[in-house]
Nanobody
Framework: QVQLVESGGGLVQPGGSLRLSCAGS????????MGWYRQAQGKEREMVAS????????KYADSVKDRFSISRVHSNNTIFLQMNSLKPEDTAVYYC???????????????WGQGTQVTVSS
């Protein structure tokens, strides 16, 4: 069983920064991706950033490239999301995610944290 616990959300002014953390416990392996998703009110959940195999494979949504940075510490199954130059449109609930894929690339398991609210407003 895997548990994911997010922290670090809050209220920040436009142009400000926040750092989200996600502490994972249970059977988490570096070969499978951990990542951040977000869901704004009235919108579908979208991928923000993901990371696997150390820092080897990293993906970002186009909307956050050059502003957000994801990192992973394998020793304690923790990932971070450094968010800079925040915009009001970044306002959302941010969720931590861990996915396990089979050898054929099929999704086997999908774990989510409880979410943390990020609000960007003046």
């Amino acid at each position: 069983q895997v548990q994911l616990v997010e922290s670090g959300g809050g209220l920040v002014q436009p142009g400000g920064s926040l750092r989200l953390s996600c502490a994972g416990s249970g059977s988490i392996f570096a070969i499978h991706p951990m990542g951040w998703y977000r869901q704004a009110q009235g919108k579908e959940r979208e991928m923000v950033a993901s990371i696997r195999n150390g820092q080897g494979t990293i993906k970002y949504a186009d909307s956050v490239k050059d502003r957000f940075s994801i990192s992973r510490v394998h020793s304690n199954n923790t990932i971070f999301l450094q968010m800079n130059s925040l915009k009001p449109e970044d306002t959302a609930v941010y969720y931590c995610n861990y996915r396990v894929y089979g050898t054929a690339g099929n999704l086997l398991l999908d774990y989510w944290g409880q979410g943390t609210q990020v609000t960007v407003s003046s």
